[in-house]
């Protein structure tokens, strides 16, 4: 089928996508700092207690936890994703100026790749395919996270731990863990998929949800999802997804006082390292400049936080900020071109780039604007070896309506915990 | 082009696998290079170091092989790079206020020294402890 050209910023250029480019009002957006997570999985839990307990969606983890490099769910999506695209177009997956000038429009050069769309196009047959990517197997979804933390047996003894412990030679490790859920991205695979266009983009949020009177449980946007966030319910017939706990973001939980708050899964995190927002949105699906919005700092003016995986093409609206200690080969594979100064930031953090980290997790409700009240200097002394000034300066944050929802300083007191609460969690 | 590939078979659950199954968390080896531990090193440091860990602590924690990860990257980067980093980290990091709600609301505070003659949140600027060193009142 011939695609509609539409502005990705994330790739530096236009690219081919199933419809018209339309754009909401404002955009569900997401940043998490993955030097934070300890996989604790509140955020995993805080899911789903409230959306997916039910029967049938015993395997649906809207949010999840996974450990990387070996973990998945489900198993292996995002390097069945990578294979099926470097199948297609075999050593052309690169970034073409990844060291290169920069702009609003291109802040990580340009991908020279194909997205799951293009290579669809060229690729895939009938022409009513849209998107390139494979329908998971039963098995695949069994374990939300597999092997995590726990030893494996010896090799040909399925189920079976080894009784004395093993001991393995000295070798260099590395992991992290990798927090998911929608990215309700700018352009989603499984909109495009869709047969029945079951699926919607919220103009007012840009929320992505499935009208569940119109699915007919297809799978397509299963396939369709690089992130393998739409997920199939076997006993009601119909796909389900992360609905971005849109009451909440409309402000009509009842803990929110009408105000926007941020999902069960942000508000659970006791890492901190989650921060939800609603960003302002340009005519190309671009984000508009709003420069006292924290998310809009992080992502493009500090630029520490960037997309998962940008060369799927479906535009992310999750950012992530790197893990400083794992090799660079890997982490430009998953965040793209933009990593090395990510990290180089994150590391030797400046003044606003402090006060901006400490806004994580104050509050569930959500922060639309900050200011920051500086503070007398504190430290003077080197990080990595070059000069560095630690100030305690005060960080005020905002609500829509420009409300203060809390203030908080660089320097926090470290507290003990109380001996009426020595062992509640 | 693909810098890792993960296995992209698992077996059907109960089966046998067989030697040439690609095998999830067999032989599957990743490169680390020197910047990787080095930056393990640093959040290690840091995370302790924000515990409250003082800088002779720190060091202890990288010599002693029961931390193994912190004394893997001790044994490769050597003495003198480790300590210069536990140095640093717990120079600037090691440097924070305890509240003990059980030991009463102004005893259980301990404030932060302030440069250039600027008031901390309490106004304790001259505080006698140095960068890195953990007291409460108690001691």
Redesign the interface.
């Known amino acids: 089928m011939t695609m509609a050209q539409v502005y990705n910023w994330q790739l530096g250029r236009p690219m081919a996508y199933p419809y018209e480019g339309r754009y909401p009002k404002e955009q569900f957006a997401f940043v998490f700092n993955i ?1 934070r997570c300890i996989a604790c999985q509140s955020c995993t839990m805080a899911c789903k207690s409230t959306w997916t307990f039910s029967k049938g969606q015993e395997h649906m983890w809207w949010a999840n936890v996974e450990t990387k ?2 973990g ?1 769910y489900p ?2 999506w995002d ?2 994703v ?2 099926l695209l ?1 199948d297609a177009n075999p ?1 052309g ?2 970034w073409s100026d990844a060291g290169g000038a920069r702009s609003e429009r291109a802040p990580y050069g340009k991908f020279a790749g194909q997205t799951i769309f293009e290579a669809a196009e060229r690729t895939l047959t009938p022409e009513s395919a849209r998107v390139l990517g494979y329908l998971p197997a039963d ?2 979804w ?1 374990a939300p996270n ?2 995590e933390d726990n030893p ?1 047996g010896e ?2 003894k ?2 079976e731990f080894d009784k004395t412990g093993v001991e393995l030679p ?1 070798h ?3 992991f992290f863990y990798l927090a998911r859920i929608c990215n309700h991205c700018t352009y989603p695979a499984c909109l495009a998929a869709c047969p029945r266009k079951a699926i919607y983009k919220r103009p007012e949020d840009g929320i992505v949800l499935i009208d569940q009177s119109e699915c007919r449980g297809y799978r397509k946007c299963v396939e369709a999802c690089p992130y393998k966030k739409a997920m199939y319910r076997g006993n009601a017939r119909v796909s389900e997804k992360c609905v971005a706990c849109y009451p909440r973001v409309e402000g009509k939980d009842p803990e929110s006082g009408g105000r926007p708050m941020e999902t069960r899964c942000m508000a659970a995190c006791i890492g901190q390292i989650r921060m939800q927002g609603l960003v302002k949105v340009d005519e190309e699906g671009a984000w508009a400049e709003d420069r006292q919005s924290p998310l809009y700092y992080l992502v493009h003016v500090a630029k520490v936080a960037l997309p998962l995986y940008p060369q799927f093409g479906t535009q992310p609206n999750g950012y992530y900020i790197p893990p ?7 982490l ?2 998953m965040f793209g071109p933009g990593v090395d100064e990510a990290i180089d930031r994150y ?1 030797t953090p400046d003044r606003e780039l402090l006060a901006v980290l400490q806004l994580f997790r104050r509050s569930n409700v959500i922060i639309f604007r900050y200011e920051i009240e500086e ?11 070059k000069p ?1 000034a ?1 100030h ?1 300066d005060t960080v005020i944050a905002f609500d829509r309506a420009g409300k203060e929802i809390f203030r908080t ?1 660089i ?6 915990r ?2 009426e609460h020595a062992n509640s969690i | ?8 078979y ?1 077996g ?6 067989e030697a040439t199954d690609p ?4 032989g ?1 080896e ?4 020197e ?3 080095r ?2 090193c ?2 290690f440091a840091e995370e302790f170091a924000r515990m ?1 860990f003082s800088e002779a602590r720190l060091l202890e924690t990288f010599r002693s092989p029961f931390y193994a ?1 912190p004394h ?1 990257a001790y ?1 490769a980067l050597g003495e003198e790079t480790v300590l210069a980093i536990t140095r ?1 980290e717990a ?2 990091w090691g ?8 030991a009463g609301p102004e005893t ?2 301990i404030s ?5 003659g ?4 309490r106004g304790t600027a001259g505080c006698p402890r140095g ?1 890195g060193a953990r007291r409460t009142e108690e001691e």
Do not use: C
């Open positions: 030097n490099p070996y998945g198993q292996f390097v069945k990578l294979r470097e050593g997956q690169v098995h695949e069994n597999i092997y494996v090799r040909g399925p189920g000295v260099k490790t590395w400083r200690w794992v090799p660079r080969p890997y430009r594979q590391a503070g007398p200097r504190i430290y003077e002394g080197t990080l990595h070896g560095f630690l305690n300083t320097e926090e007191p470290l507290h003990v109380p001996r | 082009m693909l810098f890792y590939e993960g296995p992209s698992e059907p659950p109960g089966k046998e696998p095998m999830m968390l067999v599957v990743l490169e680390a290079d910047s990787s531990l930056e393990s640093r959040v409250g990860a893997r044994q640093e120079a600037l440097r924070f206020r305890v509240r003990d709600r059980d259980g505070l932060l020294p302030v440069l250039e600027g008031q901390g949140e960068p």
